[in-house]
């Protein structure tokens, strides 16, 4: 059943169900109980009665009863019955309503009677109280108080029609309102479940509703019940992600294509030059050279914009193994070597031998070949590269150094948005403002950070990664 409202409407019916039956059991129970106590005080007052009646004289037990006092008990088959018989079960009384049946030598004492069913030969059921009493001594007869004492056996006797009756009037009341009770209980149920459920309905179409063009809408959680809270949050939480998502795709997007645009727009134009221009060898060697030029910054854009789909990629597992730091910058460094030449900026790096970092090999070496290019391509022309490293607990920290030129304190802010280019010193076209963008998002998925700041005229950036444990 993947239905909410039915799952819900069938465990309340049930539960309701069994709530109802179980009260009802209960409720019988306890007004059984009350009534029969009610009967049993009855008969244990007529019998303690009639054991009053009962003394011992010259040694034998007499009934000193009068029936015009107690007149249900002479009628024939009448309704009450009593028999007194003595210890051993020889009869001494009877009731005329009794005839010639016997009842059974059940007693308990006189405060506390022994109750029982039973029934007669006429198929009469009767409730019985027996109780085992001494009948009183005449305060006059000396000869009895010398013999032993006698005891005797009084049951009385009452037909049980009326208690039978007024239990089978309850349980047929209570019955009928169950029955009752059921037939309305779906009904109530439909309706509590409904009603309870409609701030997740209107939760679900104002979730529907929402589009693309929508993702700023938001949900007011204080009017929301305290179990629909949790939901609404974190729907407000996943729609404001969504939100940054597209607008930074709405953003990438557009600087991607404006990025583009230039190149083909180059690409274009020496198209239509060569079609529509007649040249020599020598131009259409150097418009082609052009077209190649064009050609691998589009290339270089590309490569850039893959490499950044990889680093928004979290799904994609990372190979962690121990890392040689000095290894990696080195290997690093090697591609930008001749261009560092050109431009007169060496590399001065001070890293202790052996020490290591626990961190995918691809990854890191696209960070540190994006900040050695950084330097290389925009430090000013005859400085160095400084690279040293500190180690505290469990992260080391890189430190790459080189002068800012131009650069400012306002700028470092924006090094690590895509597409940013200072105006003065990155206008080169073989570049997309990328290269640190994609360093900061690969240190995010290695679990380290990366920073800058200029101070004393120097760019600074610090790379953190965790550090590979000391071998044993």
Known sequence: MKSLRARLTLRLLLGGALLLGAAGAVLHWQMRRALTDEFDATLRATAQALASLTEQNHGKTTFDFAGENMPQFERKNGCDVFLLRTADGHEIERSPSLGTATLPLRAGSPEMPEFFDTTLPNDRALRCAGLLFTPQIEDDDKTTLRLPKMEAVLVVGRDRAPLDHAIGALRTSLLLVGIVVLAALPGLVGWGVGGGLVPLDRLGESVAAVEAASLATRFPVELLPAELRPIAARLNELFSRLESAFARERRFTATAAHELRTPLAELRALAEVNLTTPSTDAERVESWRDALATTLRMESL???????????????????????????????????????????????????????????????????????????????????????????????????????????????????????????????????????????????????????????????????????????
């Open 302 to 472: 590309a490569l850039r914009l893959l490499e950044l789909a990889r680093a928004e990629d979290l799904s994609r597992t990372l190979r962690l193994e121990t890392i040689d730091l000095a290894r990696a910058l080195a290997s690093a460094w090697q591609p930008w070597a001749t261009r560092a030449a050109e431009r007169g900026v060496a590399l001065e790096a001070a890293l202790p031998p052996g020490l290591a970092v626990k961190s995918d090999l691809a990854l890191l070496g696209v960070i540190l070949g994006n900040l050695c290019a950084n330097a290389v391509e925009h430090a000013p022309a005859g400085t160095p590269l400084r690279v040293h490293c500190t180690r505290q607990n469990e992260v080391v920290t890189l430190h790459f150094q080189n002068r800012a030129g131009d650069l400012s304190e306002t700028d470092v802010p924006h090094l690590f948005e895509r597409f940013w280019r200072k105006d003065t010193s990155r206008t080169d076209a073989r570049h997309h403002g990328l290269g640190l963008a994609l360093a900061a998002d690969f240190t995010d998925l290695l679990g380290g950070t990366l920073s800058a700041h200029i101070e004393a005229g120097n760019l600074e950036f610090a790379l953190r990664l965790p550090a590979a444990p000391n071998p044993a």
